[in-house]
């Protein structure tokens, strides 16, 4: 224990992270940055391989997005949405609708992908109360769904390591199996027929839950935090059929997935969908600042109108809910977007072509069992035996060793246990992307051969 008033030297309680073990290497500590890459204090560069956790899009220190948010601050930095607005939040606003799938009209800010989330769970329970059907309670959910980390969130969940010590404090949710090809529970073997065994079992739970539930959560075409897990084609399209079959809300949450990850603006695009229900975040500001949008159907919204006598007022809210610098960032990436026509094929594909390239030949390491992207979104599984799949003992850490060698080589990277995720900026070169892989396949070799 530290004695009285002794000032630890970083106070600093990191999330995610075991404390004890921060001591001992110390972090770090990054001053700067510019495009795709980062500076630490030293003056060292490494190539930002993980977007900021998912978040920067068109590279930091973009001059677009720079002078947007410079501008907004000569105006005003923040100022409340509980009874005022602003006109950043108005347009933002109205270029969302215009991008995102049809139908979705509507759009109620936040402050994290966490806050989006919890603001659609609320939004559909409330939907289905105000529609006089009190007895739906239930959400269903994928069996490795993470939607962040708050409680509601949490609930939704189902990564074991991050939520299973707080079951007490969460509300039953009903799991339906994550369509995962590479790890599946059936004896059969042909990939046709475990797909099938997945979209049978969806359905019989939709069916038997339908009446008590107000929606399906979906990570749509990846679960991110899962280990990217990359959905067989048709399981989008197949839970918008199923909803609409059953009379339940989907919602999909596309706060990794979102803003040009997979190659579309949105991903749920891939599959023609239109979710009832759509929570943004990570990269809506270009992974400036924090930001999110929930956005819904003019169907849900005008369910909550009426009276202010008669309650149907969705009480929710954030102190910094739809926060103008946080707008103005947001509609410059937009801009960005369609100035450097950044998801035009002949922007993107050769990005993606060089991407398939370098996940092809990591591929081929004796210890990576599966390579699983959509877009400039994925991973390689680590596993001990490439045949049998056994993973490596938990209390290896390859995945962690692999980064911490891959950061000698000038590329940070952020491990998912023993899945390496390389989600570069959208932003990234061809060279850029070249680096991405040969350190991350040396870091490979030097860790597991
Ligand atoms: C990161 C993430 C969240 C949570 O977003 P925060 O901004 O970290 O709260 C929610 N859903 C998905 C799919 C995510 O990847």
């Given at each position: ?282 990269g809506i500001t270009g992974g400036y600042l924090p930001l999110a949008a929930t956005m819904t159907t003019e169907e849900i919204f005008s369910a909550f109108l009426g009276d202010f006598r008669e309650l149907k007022t969705f009480f929710h809210g954030h102190t910094y809910t739809g926060n103008p610098l946080a707008c103005a960032a947001a509609l410059a990436s937009l801009k960005v977007f369609a100035e450097e026509k950044t998801l035009e094929t002949s922007v993107f594909e050769p990005k993606l072509q060089r991407y398939r390239t370098g996940m092809k030949r990591l591929e081929q390491l004796t210890h990576v069992g599966s390579v699983r992207y959509r ?75």
């Open positions: 224990m530290l004695p009285k008033k002794e000032i630890p030297r970083d106070p600093v309680w990191y999330p995610f992270t075991q404390m004890q073990e921060f001591a001992e290497y110390s972090p770090l500590i990054i001053t700067a940055a510019k495009g795709c890459w980062l500076e630490d204090e030293q003056g060292r560069c490494y190539l930002d391989g993980v977007s900021s956790l998912w978040a920067n899009v068109h590279g930091h220190r973009h001059p677009v997005i720079d002078r947007a948010i410079e501008e907004q601050l000569g105006r005003v930095a923040h100022t409340t949405m509980l009874g005022l607005s602003h006109p950043g939040g108005i347009e933002l606003a109205r270029e969302l609708v215009t991008l995102a799938p049809e139908g979705l009209s509507r759009v109620f800010y936040s402050d994290s992908g966490a806050t989006g989330v919890e603001i659609a769970l609320k939004m559909a329970y409330q939907y289905w109360q105000l529609r006089g059907e009190k007895q739906r309670y239930r959400f269903l959910r994928l069996s490795e769904a993470y939607h962040g980390d708050t409680i509601g969130a949490v609930s939704l969940g189902g990564m074991d390591l991050f939520h299973e010590r707080f079951r007490r404090l969460l509300f039953e949710t009903i799991k339906v199996p994550t369509p995962h090809l590479y790890r599946h529970p059936f004896a059969v073997q042909d990939e046709k027929e475990i797909v099938e065994q997945y979209f049978s079992l969806t359905e019989e739970l939709i069916a038997r839950y339908a009446k008590e539930s107000c929606g399906f959560f979906v990570e749509p075409l990846i679960q991110g935090a899962a280990g990217m897990i990359v959905h067989p084609p048709g399981y989008l399209k197949l839970l918008r059929d199923l909803t609409r079959k059953h009379n339940i809300l989907l919602i999909a949450d596309e706060v990794a997935v979102g803003f040009g990850r997979t190659g579309k603006m949105f991903a749920s695009e891939w599959e023609d969908v239109s979710p009832d229900l759509l929570c943004l975040g990570k877009g400039l979104m994925g991973g390689v599984e680590l596993v001990k035996d490439k045949k049998t799949k056994e993973p490596f003992p938990f209390e290896k850490r390859l995945g962690y060793q692999v980064i911490m060698e891959a950061r000698k080589e000038g590329v940070m990277l952020r491990p998912l246990g023993d899945v390496i995720v390389l989600m570069p900026p959208l932003a990234v070169s061809l060279e850029e992307l070249d680096l991405l892989f040969d350190a991350t396949e040396k870091a490979i070799r030097k860790v597991t051969e």
